[in-house]
C-alpha cells in the first residue's frame, strides 16, 4: 500500500534570497547614518548645556567675589615688585569658596596679603574640579595638563583686561594688581567678556590653580585674548600636540579663545551673561594673541568685547 511521505503536500520554505538580505542590509545603515547625526547633536546639546552651566557657576562666583572683596578676582595673585611670577595663585583658585570648594582652598593653603606660591606638583594641585572642565573637549580623559606643570587641566581663562595684572603695556608697571570693579566697566558689564573657553585640541586648555611653568612659559595658562579671532588650529593638520619646530605665529595661538562646540566659543560676560559666540566673529586682523598687538584698540566686535573701557559700540547680532 503507498503512503505519502509526510512533508509531502507542504508548502516549500521560502528563505530570504541573497538580493533581499543586501536590500535589508541597507536599509539598516541609512537609518544608522539617519541616527547617528541625531544622537551627536543631542550629545552636544547636552555638552554645551553643561558649558553653559559651567560658565553661569564661574560668573556667579566672580561676582561673589566681587561682593566680598570689592573688586573682581585677580589673573593671578602678584606684587610690584616681584611681577607675575610663575607659580602664582590664578583667579580659578580664588573663586574656590564660591563654587562650593571652600575645603580644596583651605587645603591648598592660599596666602593673598602678602600672597605665597603655590607648589608645582601635588594631588592636591592635580584635583579635578567638574566646573572647570567643557564636556566637549576631546580631552576629557586627561585629568591635568601636561604644559602646565602637570596642574589640573582647566577649559575656562579669564579677561586679563578687567582680571589683571598689568604687563608693561596696559594699566602700568608689570605685575601691578589690576583690582577692577564692576563699576569701572565703562563699555557695560553685559558688552564685556568675562570669562571663556579654551580647549585641549587646537591649544593648550588651560589650568585653574596658578599662573605656571612647565614646558610653555606663558600667562595662558590663566587668560584669553582675542588676537585674529578663534578656533585657529595651533597647527593647520590638528591635533594637539604642536610639534617642536612651530612657527611663532602659531604659537601665538596659545593665548586665543576656542572650543569644539559647533562653530561656537562659550563666554561668561562681567553681567554673569552666558553667550556663545561665532568663530566667525570680526577680529581685527593685525592684532597678536601675544604681548605684542595686547594694547591695540580698534573698532572690531571681539577685541570691543575684550577691552572694557575702549568706548566702541558693540553688535549685539553677535551675542546670542
Known sequence: MYRQSPSAGRRPRKAFTLIELLVVIAIIAV?????????????????????SNNLKQIGLACHNFHDVMGHLPPGVLTTVATGVRDDSWAWGTLILPYVEQQNLYNT????????????????????????????????????????YDNYSMSNYVCNRAIFGPADGTVYGVVGTPRYFTLIEIKDGT????????????????????????????????????????????????????????????????????????TNVVGFVFADASVHFLSTSVDADPADSWDNSGWATHRNFTLQNLYWPTDGFTVNQAFIN
Request: hydrophobic share 40%.
Open 31 to 51: 537609518l544608522v547614518g539617519l541616527l547617528l547625526p541625531a544622537v551627536q547633536k543631542v550629545r552636544e546639546a547636552a555638552a554645551r548645556t553643561q558649558c
Open 108 to 147: 591648598l593653603g592660599v596666602i593673598q596679603n602678602p600672597p605665597n606660591l603655590a607648589p608645582k606638583l601635588n594631588a592636591i594641585t592635580q584635583t579635578p574640579i567638574k566646573i572647570y572642565r567643557c564636556p566637549s573637549d576631546v580631552g576629557q580623559s586627561v585629568a591635568t595638563n601636561v604644559w
Open 190 to 261: 553685559s558688552n564685556t567678556i568675562m570669562v571663556g573657553e579654551r580647549d585641549s585640541y587646537r591649544t593648550f586648555a588651560a589650568v585653574w590653580v596658578a599662573k605656571s611653568y612647565g614646558k610653555d612659559d606663558s600667562t595662558a595658562s590663566f587668560e584669553g585674548r582675542p588676537g585674529r579671532g578663534m578656533n585657529f588650529p595651533y597647527q593647520a593638520a590638528g591635533p594637539f600636540p604642536p610639534p617642536a619646530n612651530a612657527s611663532v605665529f602659531s604659537y601665538a595661538t596659545r593665548l586665543e579663545w576656542s572650543s569644539m562646540h
